[in-house]
């Protein structure tokens, strides 16, 4: 009777209990590393700011108008919280996988290998966004300015089209790099950007062709009489 | 003496420092800058030896042609240009005249060229020196005498051109560069980008030693810049009055915003790094002008009205966001109110267009934005106040339109009070 009771009860909860001191080590190290990991990044939060401050990184942003662009999504934030809040969750994240990575349970580990493998590709996916982004705003008022100094009537279309355009090349870019629907991706923004431009022709060659005719016409009557111009402004 | 220029960074080639090396040394040195004037140049170079041969007989004069890599043959015009003396009524040279040819080395522009000829200059230790550009037309031999005496003989180090000029012409000096150069430095320059310039042996080696010649003065603005550094740093200035300045036609296609960056972007670095000095200047001063001053007729001229107009219109339509980035309230509503103005009625007041230039000025200077953006943005609004000035002085006569342009100058200094204030507020 007692063999029974031995090998049906005391062993398995001698067994459980084995295996929970085996482990207990690891959880407590993995709620220390989650509870450190709050530290550090409260830690780089600040120091983030403190740096970006001295950057004047807030003004770099309004420079490249990424500060309207974030009131115009509704974030009244400064670029400076902004980014050291997504580098304070980012540590925290980080910390929380090397934590549950301590626990050692097979299942997490395959997980978290997984999460690392990818996690680089997270970062230049971001990068080019951010870079697109700011490049589209650059290009888009470079556009917009110097489309307007040649009197063309439709610059804000005109910037909004390279803005659009470049924003959209950074995205299918960034989506290629995180490997989601790859080839989808390459089509599809194949077909957008060519049947975009397809449209744009068909438009101006066709629905709008008085239109083109009448800015043709006006254009070429606005060389003749810049032709004319004897002003000098140097 | 020559280990210097290695310090200085000023690459001359072997052949020019073996005749520097000859020459020892010179009274006089006139310097021309070119790259591709193969046309022009040899009218400038025989203007040149005549005004130092009838002016300046019994000086050691040098000529030196500071070019850019020409590949039409402009270094070979200049080698084989000669001199008929007898038609400008002088029998022989009695002195002595020494031309040389040299490329020069750096970033490509008339700045680098510059530097060569400073250097030079240094070198030889001459007293006096003039810069004159390769497609001028209408240079005469009178120019040299115009831009060097008053400096070899008067005591003056800065002699600023004085051309006569259409009232329409050269409207980005009339309602930018001239005025603001008058308000902040208090010397009423008339041309300070005018190009071609007198100065003495002394700041051209004060010029050299400035940190400059890896910046856009080398590219371009170093036509202001030298004017600037003159005045700021106390130089004795003057103007030599040369009579009409006609030279080859300019690409047709230059772009006028890409002109308007490029000179107001200059004059804006200058006002920044001279900052502590202008604050303290307190209104402006004539500077004494030498040669024979005459005026002619006004021709009437084509100007494009309607076509600047709309321009203007275009621009505050399209750009009033950016605008209303930097640009107060009170700029910005009469510059909306002038937009639904008819063409007889167009009218850009003084007071308005000063403080759109001061407000620039101070954009550039918070960094408000891309320099490049910013002042490419005030190119509709330069034409609207070019519109308004040319409806304005349509009738004038030379004289009116100084007198109107005066009037420009003054509202420029009375507001300066704005600029210095503003200056170092935080945004």
């Known amino acids: 009777m007692n063999t029974i009771f031995d090998s049906v009860v005391t062993e398995p909860l001698k067994d459980f209990f084995q295996k929970f001191l085996k482990f207990m080590p690891n959880l407590l190290s993995s709620v220390i590393i989650f509870i450190l990991g709050f530290v550090a990044a409260w830690i ?23 500060t309207e662009e974030l009131a115009r999504a509704g974030i009244k934030d400064t670029p400076t919280n902004l980014l050291s809040r997504i ?13 549950l990575s301590t626990l050692k349970v097979p299942a997490i580990e395959n997980l978290i290998e997984a999460f690392f493998l990818y996690l680089p590709n997270l970062f230049i996916a971001a990068l080019i966004i951010i870079v697109g982004y700011m490049l589209s705003n650059f290009l888009g008022r470079a556009t917009l300015i110097a489309s307007v100094n040649a009197g063309i009537e439709f610059s804000s279309l005109l910037s909004r089209g390279v803005k659009t355009i470049i924003f959209l090349f950074a995205v299918a870019m960034a989506l290629e790099q995180l490997g989601i ?17 397809f449209a744009l022709a068909l438009a101006f060659g066709l629905a709008g062709k008085d239109i083109a005719k009448e800015y043709l016409e006006k254009k070429f009557k606005a060389k003749e009489t810049e032709k004319r111009d004897e002003l000098k402004h140097l | 003496m020559f280990n210097t220029m290695a310090e200085n960074s000023v690459i001359l080639e072997k052949d020019i420092r073996e005749k520097l090396n000859e020459l020892k040394e010179a009274d006089l040195l006139v310097g021309i800058p070119s790259f591709n004037n193969s046309i022009t ?32 043959g402009t270094m070979d015009v200049v080698r084989d240009t000669t001199t008929d003396f007898d038609t400008i009524l002088v029998d022989s040279r ?16 008339k700045g680098s060229a510059f530097r060569t000829i400073f250097e030079i200059a240094r070198l030889l230790d001459v007293k006096a020196c003039a810069v004159v550009d390769s497609d001028l037309r209408s240079i005469t031999p009178e120019w040299i005498e115009l831009l060097i005496k008053p400096v070899l003989e008067e005591g003056y180090d800065y002699v600023s051109p004085y051309y006569l000029r259409h009232k329409f012409d050269g409207t980005i000096t009339n309602s930018i560069i001239y005025p603001v150069t008058r308000a902040l430095y208090g010397k009423r320059i008339r041309q300070p980008i005018g190009g071609d310039f007198g100065f003495s042996g002394k700041l051209a080696s004060f010029y050299l030693s400035k940190d400059v010649w890896e910046t856009d003065v080398a590219r371009f603005g170093i036509d202001i810049w030298m004017t600037t550094t003159a005045v700021a740093n106390g130089f004795k200035i ?40 202008w604050k303290e200047v307190k209104g402006s001063e004539p500077v004494h002008t030498f040669g024979f001053e005459y005026s002619v007729g006004l021709e009437q001229i084509n100007v494009n009205l309607d076509g600047m107009i709309e321009k203007f219109r275009l621009g505050m339509k399209e750009l009033s966001p950016l605008y209303e980035s930097f640009l107060p309230e009170d700029i910005l509503k009469p510059l909306k109110d002038l937009t639904e103005k008819p063409k007889e009625t167009f009218s850009m007041s003084d007071d308005l267009w000063v403080k759109i230039v001061y407000t620039y000025a101070l954009a550039c200077h918070k960094k408000i934005m891309n320099r490049e953006h910013l002042i490419k943005s005030l190119t509709p609004l330069y034409l609207g106040k070019v519109t308004s000035f040319v409806i304005e002085a349509w009738e004038s006569t030379a004289e009116e339109f100084e007198k109107r342009l005066e009037e420009l100058c003054i509202a420029y200094e009375e507001n300066k009070p704005y600029l210095i204030e503003k200056w170092d507020e935080n945004v």
């Open chain 2, 94 to 109: 009695e002195g002595f005249f020494h031309k040389m040819v040299t490329p020069y080395h750096g970033i490509p522009g």
């Open chain 1, 44 to 66: 780089l939060k600040i120091v983030i700011s403190k740096v970006l401050g001295v950057l004047n990184f807030d003004r770099f942003c309004e420079k490249f108008g990424m």
């Open chain 1, 87 to 99: 580098l304070y969750w980012l540590v925290v994240i980080v910390f929380t996988i090397i934590a």
């Open chain 2, 238 to 277: 003057c103007q030599a009055f040369l009579g009409a300045k006609i030279h080859a036609a300019k690409d047709p296609g230059a772009d006028l915003s890409a002109m308007l960056y490029q000179v107001v972007s200059s004059l804006f670095d200058l006002i920044e790094e001279y900052a502590p000095m």
């Open chain 1, 181 to 197: 629907g790859r080839e989808t991706v390459v089509v599809a923004f194949t077909i957008l950007f060519g049947g975009f431009v």
């Open chain 2, 41 to 72: 140049i040899r009218h400038v170079v025989k203007a040149v030896e005549a005004g130092l041969s009838k002016y300046f007989p019994n000086q050691k004069s040098v000529l030196i042609n500071s070019d850019g890599g020409s590949k039409d």
